[in-house]
């Protein structure tokens, strides 16, 4: 498990890290999600013993990093894929992280095998290898020593749909089994495609914290139809609040079941039905994270609703 708990890191006067308390649990894929320089790598950065706090408390399974005896058999790390050293093969490199850890080459095939780097890449100085293949490096080394914790930054950079995905199957599985995994990115899509519970950072400063669901408020559908008039006054007289889609069509905050429901027994043809949820979920991020976007993205909104733990502008949970 970890736990992060009144955490503040300091540059100068410069706050990167302000007052931040989390906590990820066994089983879970917890996605920390911020613009960038929110203050994420710093964050891990300080749970990883990389850099010291300037008050409050990291820990993992109840200990600072330092005070882990061979840590890298309990915590996987993945901070940085471009930092392995180039002119070695992935298969070097992981030989070298076994040998500090006392594990059998055998386990280092197995990992190659697992992140899917083929026997002829593995033997490739990591100079020539792709970003993708990189992070893929990254994860094998990250699981060599079979952990229980996993901390990633960004590992999805650099990553095509496919390799997201095969991502997302390697940390669900990881998670399934009992493991704590914790990966940061500060794009929306990816953390949504990969974590259930969702750690919202801006300007150093936990904005909110929760299920993917309840950071994406009241499922959404959208919905299209012959006749929209008839549609909306067949909603509205079943009590299903709707107004005009953001694309066309009609936005309604109900399940797509209880609008296929309303307009089957209203007689009416639909020509499109679909959940909008993700919609949601990027308008809570939006929101959350106005005041610390840059330029033009900066824009105003209403509070995140209900269901959601943000944390107030004085640091108490509200
Ligand atoms: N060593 C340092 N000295 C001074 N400022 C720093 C240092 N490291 C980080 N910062 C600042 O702290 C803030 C948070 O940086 P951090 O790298 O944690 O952000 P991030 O959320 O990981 O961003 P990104 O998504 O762009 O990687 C930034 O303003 C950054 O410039």
């Known amino acids: ?172 599985g990881f998670a399934d089994a009992g493991g704590t995994v914790l990966l940061s990115s500060h794009l929306l899509h990816e953390i949504e495609l990969i974590a259930d519970h969702i750690i919202v950072i801006g300007g150093g400063r936990v904005m909110a914290q929760g299920t993917k669901e309840a950071l994406a408020g009241t499922p959404g559908t959208h919905v299209r139809a012959v006749d929209e008039a008839a549609l909306v006054g067949a909603l509205t007289a079943a009590g299903l609040p709707c107004r005009p889609g953001p694309v066309g069509g009609v936005a309604v905050d109900a399940s797509t079941r209880q609008v296929g429901e309303v307009a089957a027994a209203a007689g009416l043809v639909l020509t499109e039905l679909g959940s909008s949820s993700t919609g949601g979920l990027e308008q809570t991020y939006l929101q959350l994270t106005a005041a610390a976007q840059r330029g033009p993205m900066r824009q105003p909104g209403p509070p995140p609703g209900p269901g959601i733990v943000g944390q107030n502008s004085s640091g108490g949970m509200a």
């Not at 893929?136 to 229980?148: I, K, M, T």
């Open 1 to 172: 498990m970890i736990v992060v708990e009144r955490l503040t890191k300091r540059y100068g006067p410069f706050v990167a890290v302000d007052d931040v308390s989390f906590a990820c649990h066994p089983g879970q894929v917890v996605g920390f999600l911020g613009p960038n320089g929110a203050g994420k790598s710093t964050t891990l950065r300080v749970l990883t013993g990389l850099t010291p706090a300037t008050s409050g408390s990291a820990t993992i399974g109840g200990y600072a990093y330092r005070d882990i005896p061979n840590p890298a058999m309990q915590v996987g790390t993945l901070l940085d894929a471009s930092a392995f050293h180039s002119g070695r093969s992935a298969r070097e490199t992981l030989r070298l992280s076994a040998q500090m850890m006392g594990l059998p080459n055998s386990r280092v095939e197995e990992m190659l095998d697992l992140v899917g780097l083929a026997a002829s890449e593995a033997g490739r100085r990591v100079a020539n290898y792709s970003l993708g293949m990189r992070q893929r490096l990254g994860v094998a080394n990250a699981l060599l020593g079979d952990p229980s914790v996993l901390i990633l930054d960004e590992p999805v950079n650099g990553l095509d749909p496919a390799g997201i995905h095969w991502m997302r199957g390697v940390l669900r």
